[in-house]
């Protein structure tokens, strides 16, 4: 009890939010408990009480924690949409290094659009839909300019594309052996690339 003691006195909030967000993506919110998080951590579950006094608000640090590291990459994703060349390739890889460089990343929001959709949305509108609005302004841009199919719907393609690069990065160590995350990757950019931009003339 004395070494939980101690424990929980040089603990840090951002330890905390790092386990729990770890057992969120792998359980699911309704299935990690508190005292999950403080076994994770190595204290009682008192001693987590009192870093953070309900689970609800373990949950918001937790998407506060993630939203904000999206926040440091939207910026960078929203100038990769808006000038030079290569926008598409700048923006879907810096979309997918976000994702890769933490899968639980991806694996916590798939489990939260499923469990709590309507929570989900307030997100989405505040943190994701400016991002889909740029990248759809570009894809619009490239039908007049003749290199994109005038059949293709903007804000439908950014989503499905978004849709593939939470799965893929998600489910990716389920599949063991037939995965390889590199060539998973690149297939999916390859995939997303083709299917939006007409084929050059030969």
């Known amino acids: 009890m004395a070494a939980a003691e101690s424990r929980s006195s040089s603990l840090t909030p951002e330890q905390i939010i790092a386990a729990a967000t770890r057992l969120f993506a792998a359980r699911g919110y309704d299935g990690a408990s508190l005292q999950d998080v403080a076994d994770a951590v190595g204290i009682r579950k008192q001693s987590l009480l009192y870093h953070m006094p309900s689970k609800e608000e373990l949950r918001r640090r937790v998407l506060d924690a993630l939203l904000a590291r999206w926040n440091d990459v939207l ?59 740029v990248v759809s302004s570009y894809i619009r841009k490239g039908i007049e300019r003749g290199t994109v199919p005038p059949d293709v719907d903007p804000p439908a393609y950014v989503l499905s594309v978004i849709h593939l690069i939470l799965s893929a990065v998600a489910t990716a160590d389920c599949f063991g052996p037939l995965a390889d995350r590199g060539r998973q990757i690149a297939e999916l950019l390859r995939m997303a690339k083709s299917s939006l931009f007409r084929p050059p003339d030969r």
């Open 75 to 133: 910026p960078r994703l929203l100038m990769a949409a808006t000038s030079g060349e290569g926008q598409f390739d700048a923006v879907v890889t810096e979309t997918l290094r976000f994702f890769t460089e933490d899968p639980d990343r991806a694996r916590l929001l798939l489990r939260e659009i499923l469990d709590r959709p309507a929570d989900v949305q307030a997100l989405i509108a505040t943190h994701i839909a400016p991002w889909v609005e």
